[in-house]
């Protein structure tokens, strides 16, 4: 089982000596690879600390970068951090409201009166 680490444990390594990111949930330590970064260190430092997903993906990186960062995973984002949480396979859907306070639920299909039948 992979270790959990939580984003406050995240934010205290956000130093260029000391430099830990999450992307899609996972934690990484690229302490080492800062110096080696093809876009920089200030790439790297600018999100030391953070959930860098945003920025990760923005950039485009390649299959060979994402395999790159393998080297440096060192645990799950804790579970109580993880934003976008999807629901467990078979929960029953919740009504929820839109930012706006509207129902979102999609509208039930009218009953069909029984001499269609």
């Known amino acids: 089982m992979s270790k959990e680490i939580s984003l406050a444990t995240v934010k205290e390594h956000s130093k260029p000596n000391d ?20 876009g920089g260190e200030d790439s790297l430092t600018s999100v030391a600390g953070t959930d860098a997903t945003t920025d990760f993906n923005d950039v485009g ?6 395999e790159l960062l393998k080297k440096f995973y060192i645990g799950d984002l804790a579970a109580s951090d993880i934003k976008n949480k999807k629901p467990p ?12 306070g509207v129902d979102a639920t999609p509208p039930a299909a009218p009953k069909q009166c029984c001499i269609l039948h």
């Open 61 to 66: 990186h390649s299959a060979e970068a994402r």
């Open 89 to 100: 396979v078979g929960a029953t859907p919740t009504t929820d409201t839109s930012e706006c």
């Open 19 to 38: 430099l830990w990111i999450v992307i899609d949930n996972k934690v990484y330590d690229v302490t080492k690879f800062r110096l080696e970064h093809p």
